[in-house]
């Protein structure tokens, strides 16, 4: 859109009085250079008259001369409603502008004034009238194809009423006309995602990094589209360019930490999770990656000790006592297993993985045991996964956990202690034997 020179108000601070003066002083000087300019062009006509007077005389055909003088008498024209309709423009008189334009349009079959249909065009968004302005863009746009202004300009009208595929094509050809034009690439970027062409827009950025490469909302645009097609390594690779560049982003950190663990890489998980935390400290999501990424690398001290660094801001975290519980679980260390799932109950004691968490305690201990008997499964180990059991039963009770404590309790259903168990052993209610001291 062509920037209005005048737009600064001039008037700005003055009086009413003074306003008044300076708008009427305007208005005589404006009306006097129109005036001047009207005597001007009148006497290079008069002056065309004389001249051809003088042909005339000198023998020349009456058809040459008329020529000459219909030719001087058309630029004379020409000139004339141009110059008044760019006058009333810089003036802001929009319609008075837009009339000697479109007399511009009509006559000029020398395009001796292209800029005709930005300007023209500019006046009807002036006068908040987009319909007649996509009108005129569209005109000047068939008249000079090669004008990327106007393309430019059809495209945004386009894409202001919601015609996206149409407002590709426009864009499409700004970009061939001005392919160094970032902003346009944007704009086609933008559409071409509104039209679900994601592989496009990849590509489209991909044009802008090139111009571009330190250009952080192209990269981390282009990271989520790619996110959106599953191409992991491409959103890494575009996210680790961003990590280069800039020390201090901090988001792009959680992503690639995020991006890495999903990914099964642990190390360079925590790498990134640590790099987070030096720029936003104490932060319990970030620090609850890098103890579930120590879990998986089956370091479970390194697990613990970063968890009871989430609990020293947060003492009540509950999801965090089960992760404690469990890697002590992972570690044979079922007393300190049961402490930490206990302290889950106690905080919510609807909490379903608490319960579940302490049900594993218990799973565990027992499976430890029988491990030692080569197998053999007797009736204290049967009672401790009866003490499992009773614990799935009741994480139950919490529906975002039913399914979890379902498939525990099939799995310990086949080593449930049996009437003829019970019967055999009358006067035996609880586990007993070394293995087992830790329930005691």
């Known amino acids: 859109m062509p920037i209005n020179p005048l737009d600064n108000n001039p008037r700005e601070g003055l009086t009413v009085n003074q306003a008044t003066f ?21 006497l290079n006509v008069l002056t065309a008259e004389a001249y051809a007077q003088k042909k005339k005389k000198k023998g020349e055909s009456n058809g040459e001369v008329d020529a000459e003088m219909a030719r001087k008498k058309y630029i004379f024209e020409l ?3 141009w110059s008044f309709g760019y006058e009333n423009y810089k003036n802001k008189q929009y319609p008075s502008s837009a009339k000697h334009f479109w007399r511009v349009v009509k006559l000029d ?25 996509q009108v005129v863009f569209e005109l000047g746009s068939k008249k000079h194809p090669d004008d990327a202004h106007l393309h430019r300009m059809v495209g945004f009208l386009k894409s202001q009423r919601g015609q996206v ?7 499409e050809k700004v970009a061939e006309l001005k392919p160094e034009s970032v902003d346009d690439l944007r704009q086609l970027a933008a559409l071409y995602v509104k039209a679900d ?19 952080l909302d192209a990269q981390n645009n282009q990271a989520a589209l790619m996110s959106m097609t599953g191409d992991i390594e491409g959103v890494i690779a575009n996210k680790e360019k961003i990590r280069a560049q800039d020390p201090q982003h901090s988001r792009v950190r ?25 720029l936003s400290p104490n932060d319990a999501a970030a620090m609850k990656y890098i103890g579930d990424s120590y879990n998986n690398l089956e370091r479970y001290n390194d697990a613990i000790a970063q968890s009871k660094k989430i609990l020293k801001n947060q003492p009540n975290n509950k999801e965090v006592m089960v992760d404690i519980s469990r890697s002590y679980k992972e570690l044979g260390r079922f007393s300190s297993a049961r402490l930490y799932a206990n302290k889950a109950r106690a905080v919510d004691r609807s909490y379903g993985l608490g319960w579940i ?13 029988v491990g030692q008997k080569d197998g053999k ?31 525990h309790l099939s799995f310990v259903q086949a080593v449930l202690p049996t009437a003829d168990d019970y019967f055999m052993h009358k006067n035996q209610s609880k586990p007993t034997g070394e293995c087992y001291d830790w329930l005691n």
């Open 357 to 369: 968490a302490l049900g594993e305690a218990y799973e565990a201990s027992a499976e430890h045991c």
């Open 197 to 215: 062409r994601i592989d496009d827009a990849i590509a489209t950025y991909d044009k802008i990094l090139t111009l571009n490469p330190d250009d």
């Open 109 to 133: 079959t020398i395009n001796r004034f292209p800029k005709v249909y930005r300007y023209m065009g500019d006046c009807y968004l002036k006068m908040d009238n987009p319909d007649s302005a």
């Open 377 to 407: 499964v007797e009736f204290n180990d049967k009672l401790v996964y009866k003490l499992a059991a009773i614990q799935y039963e009741k994480a139950r009770n919490d529906l975002a956990y039913r399914q979890e404590a379902e498939r």
């Open 79 to 81: 000139n004339k409603s």
């Open 254 to 278: 959680f992503d690639l930490g995020k991006l890495y663990f999903d990914n099964g890489d642990y190390e360079k998980s925590i790498e990134l999770f640590n790099e987070f935390l030096t």
């Open 165 to 171: 595929d149409e407002a590709i094509i426009e864009y």
């Open 22 to 42: 300076f708008k009427v002083t305007r208005s005589i000087i404006v009306g006097g250079l129109i005036f001047i300019m009207t005597i001007v062009l009148s």
